[in-house]
């Protein structure tokens, strides 16, 4: 089994997967569904509910209206997580300095030869 065969191998497609930038991108395309759902198809959608239980005179004392604070703060973090999802992508990426081999070769170190020059 040649090691230093399955490491380029393996380097190789690291390296594509680097070069493509997999990762950060699912994780950019997930969060920018995230946000997608939670604004359009959760936020805008909230309408006004009763309080179960309410005893009051007036309906404005038992009707929450929506969105609350709650949810506002929700949307807030959710949309304000863009800055740390995009500093992660854009500063994630290795840089490739070659290949260095586990088994590489021992050259012989060639001989040298200690003549003595005569001193003029």
């Known amino acids: ?14 390296e594509l997967v680097d070069a493509w930038r997999v990762i950060p991108r699912m994780i950019v395309a997930g969060y920018a569904y995230l946000i997608f759902w939670v604004v359009t198809e959760w936020y805008t959608k909230l309408e006004p509910y009763m309080l179960d239980g309410c005893v009051s005179d007036t309906i404005t004392d038992c009707l ?3 969105p609350t604070n709650a949810h506002t703060a929700l949307v807030v973090t959710v949309v304000g ?16 300095n070659g290949f260095t081999h586990w088994n590489k070769p021992v050259e012989p170190k060639p001989e040298v030869l200690n003549e003595e020059k005569p001193l003029d």
């Open 1 to 14: 089994m040649d090691i230093d065969g399955m490491r380029k191998g393996h380097l190789a497609l690291a």
């Open 64 to 66: 929450i209206q929506a």
């Open 81 to 96: 997580m863009a800055a740390p999802i995009m500093a992660f992508y854009v500063n994630t990426s290795k840089k490739w």
